[in-house]
């Protein structure tokens, strides 16, 4: 019988928190199946309703689908270790952040943070349409930057792979125990401080 990896890998529903978060995971294994356009524009409206410093909403996303220059472009960005899984993706992100507040030019040391934020909406929106996105450090910035030109003035954040999850026996050895085993998370007592290094009464 195949795995159910949404099962294997949903948080614990007991915890009370909301079933979006706790279904959020990210596969290296997608299906040959296209996002529909009205999904993406679900996925990057979301992303636009994220909290801001002073609104500034920093992010850019650049956005590639399969068999276009786009998604070839942050392909070759990744590392190898990356590309060997994330060529499944049918839609390849790369996130990007401001690095001055535009209304006075003035260093804005949050852009990347509230572009993580951004980027969290886009992926819970994506999990709550049945769709599954994995954020990946492992991109050579230097490289997206001079492929696509971005200006000295934003930061280059994270790639993203966004599509539907497809069978982990299709990914090579190396990848496929990552693929199938359950998630764990830290106790909040390890990152949820009253003083530094002593859990909070919550």
């Given amino acids: 019988m195949p795995i ?3 099962e294997v890998k949903s948080g614990p529903m007991e915890s009370g928190v909301l079933e979006v ?3 959020r995971w990210s596969p290296r294994s997608f299906a ?3 996002v529909p356009s009205a999904d993406l524009t679900k996925i990057f409206t979301a992303a636009a309703w994220a909290a801001s410093s002073y609104n500034e909403q920093p ?3 650049l956005v590639g689908k399969r068999g276009d220059e786009t998604y070839a472009k942050i392909l070759d960005s990744l ?3 990356n590309q060997a899984w994330a060529k499944t993706a049918p839609v390849l992100i790369l ?3 401001k690095r001055t507040f535009s209304s006075n030019g003035h260093q804005n040391g949050y852009g990347l943070h509230d572009t993580g934020a951004a980027s969290a909406n886009m992926s819970l929106q994506a999990t709550a349409l049945g769709l599954h996105t994995h954020g990946m450090g492992g991109v050579d910035k230097e490289k997206a930057r001079k492929l696509f030109g971005i200006p000295e003035d934003f930061e280059v954040g994270a790639a993203w792979a966004l599509g539907y999850v497809g069978d ?3 990914l090579p050895d190396a990848y496929r125990e990552m693929e199938t085993a359950a998630r764990t998370r830290k106790a909040l007592k390890e990152f949820v401080f009253g003083a530094w290094e002593k859990a909070a009464e919550l």
């Fill in 21 to 23: 978060i706790l279904k």
């Fill in 168 to 170: 982990p026996e299709a």
């Fill in 79 to 81: 590392v190898e270790f």
């Fill in 59 to 61: 992010w850019r996303f």
């Fill in 95 to 97: 996130s990007v952040g």
């Fill in 32 to 34: 040959d199946k296209a």
């Fill in 4 to 6: 159910n990896l949404d």
